[in-house]
């Protein structure tokens, strides 16, 4: 992937926290369009499906793949990234989601495609076994731990109060992007025994 750039889609308030983190070469506010005269392959976590239908529509922005992985922005359905699929795209997404053998449907090819991981975890597990595929997710695991550390805070909710505080604070979107909350729901019930 020689010459490859990482490019982030973010809302306008994260830009910074994306930047910091140095997972990126570059990062965008939603309202940006990719560079023209570049290859894209887009994968998609927040599930903005306006992201993918602005940019396929501009002269030179090559998507040659859509990546979803899921919908953490919450967007509507109308609006999300399953709303831009194709017909041959929602068919491989279903045919996936119900566990049918990967070779039924491995002939098609959208450009949109659900990113399910237990099937590369299935793949990896055949190929390498268990106890490789343990230690090698238990290593990147702890690698991207000291990564995170660099721009991560973790704040811990081990009371019922916390643990209500945590989640008025994320339905009121008040957590930052930086903050990960670790709830220990049976420290702050070990009380009621």
């Known amino acids: 992937f020689e010459n490859t750039k990482i490019v982030g889609y973010t809302s306008p308030s994260n830009i910074e926290f994306c930047k910091k983190t140095g997972l990126f070469d570059d990062v965008l506010s939603y309202d940006d369009i990719l560079p023209s005269s570049k290859k894209y392959v887009m994968i998609d976590v927040a599930g903005r499906g306006d992201i993918y239908t602005k940019n396929e529509k501009e002269p030179g922005v ?21 709303a831009t699929f194709s017909y041959y795209a929602t ?12 070779w039924i449907h491995a002939w098609m090819k ?11 975890m299935a793949v990896m597990k055949k190929e390498w076994g268990d106890d490789k595929l343990k230690k090698v997710q238990k290593e990147y695991s702890l690698a991207f731990c000291k990564f995170a550390k660099k721009w991560m805070t973790i704040r811990e909710a081990n009371t019922e109060q916390d643990i209500q505080r945590a989640f008025t604070d994320i339905l009121e979107g008040s957590v930052p992007p930086s903050e990960t909350i670790v ?4 420290t702050a019930v070990a009380h009621r025994k």
């Not at 450009?111 to 590369?120: F, P």
Request: charge should be negative.
């Open 91 to 102: 068919v491989k997404m279903l045919m996936a989601m119900m566990g049918l053998p990967p």
């Open 62 to 82: 090559d998507i040659l793949k859509l990546l979803v992985i899921g919908n953490s922005s919450g967007t509507d359905d109308k609006h999300g990234t399953f």
């Open 110 to 120: 959208p450009t949109q495609e659900i990113y399910l991981a237990w099937e590369d």
């Open 183 to 186: 709830l220990d729901v049976a």
